[in-house]
């Protein structure tokens, strides 16, 4: 029996690495800052002004240069060097060029699923998104790819009326609860939370006590879990 009729996929920290990039970036942001405070600090006034400008700027790493900007203005009481802000540009322009590293067991996973109508659900910056989809090698793995400028309830409900899915028939995977797994729940779907060590804090939220929320340790067992609930449903 098919429970699903798509299976949706979160892109970022769950198809490929995303977050290492930005803890490496936001180190040497605070190394370069080091004279105006300890990088905890820095660190939390910078994670403070990137949540603040979230409405403004959206996710992404455009976002995040403007944010590292904005803080260090701030630390510095507006007296930053042009230098200091030309090597911020150039760290989120490095961010900007990272190639794509796919995490363990996703062409695995992928190769299972081959057949299945698979949806490719991110946010972000619609630019680097593009880039990263296109060269992580596996846009045509999907039927269809969705960039969302945020992932509530309503944007998956726009997303699942326009591929004519009904949400209890559509499956969620991803490593964040707050943006992959709880709004898909909302919705009377399927959400499977596949955490990644590095999630940004902002992603985090309690696990609810729910019958539709499963986990798994890495993509490479979704594949099982999903022939496990077909099979008993």
């Given at each position: 029996m098919t429970?699903?009729?798509?299976?949706?996929?979160?892109?970022d920290d769950t198809l490929w690495?995303?977050?290492?990039?930005?803890?490496?970036?936001?180190?040497?942001?605070?190394?370069?800052?080091?004279?105006?405070?300890?990088?905890?600090?820095?660190?939390?006034?910078?994670?403070?002004?990137?949540?603040?400008?979230?409405?403004?700027y959206g996710y992404g790493?455009?976002?995040?240069?403007?944010?590292?900007?904005?803080?260090?203005?701030?630390?510095?009481?507006?007296?930053?060097?042009?230098?200091?802000?030309?090597?911020?540009?150039?760290?989120?322009a490095e961010m900007l060029a990272h190639p794509v590293t796919l995490l363990p067991g996703v062409e695995q996973a992928l190769d299972a699923l081959e057949g299945r109508r698979l949806i490719l659900i991110t946010k972000g910056d619609l630019m680097d998104q593009e880039r990263k989809i296109a060269a992580?090698?596996?846009?045509?793995?999907?039927?269809?790819?969705?960039?969302?400028?945020?992932?509530?309830?309503?944007a998956y409900a726009r997303v699942?009326?326009?591929?004519?899915?009904?949400?209890?028939?559509?499956?969620?995977?991803?490593?964040s609860m707050r943006s992959d797994v709880i709004p898909v729940l909302d919705l009377g779907g399927t959400g499977v939370f596949i955490p990644h060590d590095l999630t940004w804090s902002h992603e985090h939220a309690e696990a609810p006590d729910?019958?539709?929320?499963?986990?798994l340790s890495d993509m490479g067992r979704l594949p099982a879990l999903i022939a496990d609930l077909e099979g008993a449903a």
């Open positions: 429970l699903f009729d798509a299976i949706g996929l979160d892109a690495e995303n977050e290492t990039f930005f803890r490496v970036t936001e180190a040497e942001f605070c190394a370069l800052l080091s004279d105006h405070g300890d990088a905890e600090t820095i660190a939390a006034l910078l994670y403070d002004t990137e949540s603040a400008n979230l409405a403004r790493i455009k976002g995040f240069m403007l944010s590292m900007v904005q803080t260090a203005i701030e630390l510095t009481d507006g007296r930053i060097e042009g230098r200091q802000i030309a090597r911020i540009l150039d760290l989120g992580s090698g596996l846009a045509e793995r999907f039927a269809a790819v969705q960039i969302l400028a945020d992932k509530t309830p309503e699942l009326m326009g591929q004519g899915v009904e949400p209890s028939r559509f499956l969620m995977a991803g490593n729910h019958p539709r929320l499963h986990q």
